[in-house]
C-alpha cells in the first residue's frame, strides 16, 4: 500500500537550533490591525539535501500545518529543498496544535482513509497518544506511524532512512479488500466504520438498519455504545 508521510513544519522542516540570522531586516511599520499579528514565516535549517531525500520517497508528503504556517513556507521552498509545496492534510480543526488534539485530527484522518500513515512531529509527546489512548479507542486499517524528530536537529538523514525502511514495508503490505456500503433501510444513508483494524459496512447484517438497530451491530462497540456523527465513539 503506498503511505502518507505527514510532516509537521515547527521542529521538523524548521528546527528550532537552527542558526539565527545575523542581521535581520527590521519589519515594516505596520499599517493595518491585522499586520500587529500577522504570522511570522519559520526560520529554514534544514539541509536541502535531507530535504529532497523526503521528497524523494516513494510515498506522499502532506503538511500538517495551519493555513498561515504553510503560507509563511512557501517562500523557503528552495532553501529547504523542496521543489513544490507538498498539499494540506485535510484536518477539521488545523490551528488545533496541542499534541492531544493534533493526535485526534491525525487519527480521524487516518481513519477516513485505509493507507499507511507517518506522523512526523518535533518531540516524542504524539508517540504517546497515539500509542495510548487513541490506540485504544480507534482502530485504523492502514498502520499509523508516530515518529518523534529532535527539535534542535530537524529532520536527519537517519530519520528519513528510518522513514524509507518504513514506507518499504508499507508497499509490501497486501491492499484491503473494498467495502461497498449499503444502503440502510431507515435513513438511505451508506457508510462504513473501522472494527479491529478492518473496514465493515455499517449497516447490521441482521437488521439492515444503521440508526435504529438495537441489536449487537457494527455502529455499537463494547466499550462506549452510540457513535455520533463525527466519527467518534462517546468517551
Not at 514565516?41 to 504553510?70: N, Y
Not at 529543498?81 to 496541542?98: F, H, I, Q, W, Y
Not at 497518544?129 to 518523534?148: D, H, N, Q, W
Amino acid at each position: 500500500m503506498r503511505s502518507y508521510i505527514a510532516v509537521e513544519i515547527d521542529g521538523v522542516l524548521a528546527p528550532y537550533g537552527g542558526p539565527v540570522p545575523a542581521a535581520p531586516e527590521p519589519e515594516p511599520e505596520p499599517t493595518a490591525w491585522w499586520q500587529e499579528s500577522a504570522p511570522r514565516a519559520p526560520r529554514p535549517a534544514l539541509d536541502p539535501a535531507v530535504g529532497r531525500a523526503l521528497a524523494g520517497l516513494p510515498a506522499d508528503l502532506v503538511l500538517l500545518c495551519t493555513p498561515e504556517k504553510r503560507a509563511g513556507l512557501e517562500p523557503l521552498l528552495p532553501a529547504l529543498g523542496l521543489d513544490t509545496m507538498p498539499p494540506p492534510v485535510p484536518l477539521r480543526d488545523p490551528r488545533a496544535t496541542e499534541a492531544r488534539s493534533r493526535a485526534r485530527e491525525v487519527v480521524l484522518w487516518a481513519h477516513s482513509h485505509d493507507r499507511p500513515v507517518a506522523w512526523v512531529r518535533a518531540g516524542s509527546h504524539h508517540v504517546q497518544e497515539v500509542t495510548g489512548t487513541f490506540k485504544r479507542l480507534y482502530s485504523t486499517v492502514g498502520p499509523l506511524l508516530p515518529y518523534a524528530v529532535d527539535p534542535a536537529t530537524g529532520l536527519t538523514p537517519a530519520d528519513v532512512q528510518a522513514l524509507r525502511a518504513w514506507v518499504r514495508e508499507m508497499d509490501a503490505l497486501p491492499e484491503p479488500a473494498p467495502v461497498v456500503p449499503r444502503p440502510c433501510r431507515h435513513c438511505g444513508e451508506r457508510g462504513t466504520v473501522v472494527l479491529d483494524g478492518r473496514r465493515v459496512d455499517n449497516v447490521c447484517e441482521s437488521c439492515g438498519s444503521c440508526c435504529e438497530c438495537y441489536c449487537t451491530g457494527p455502529m455499537t462497540t463494547s466499550m462506549s455504545g452510540a457513535r455520533h456523527h463525527d466519527g467518534w465513539d462517546e468517551w
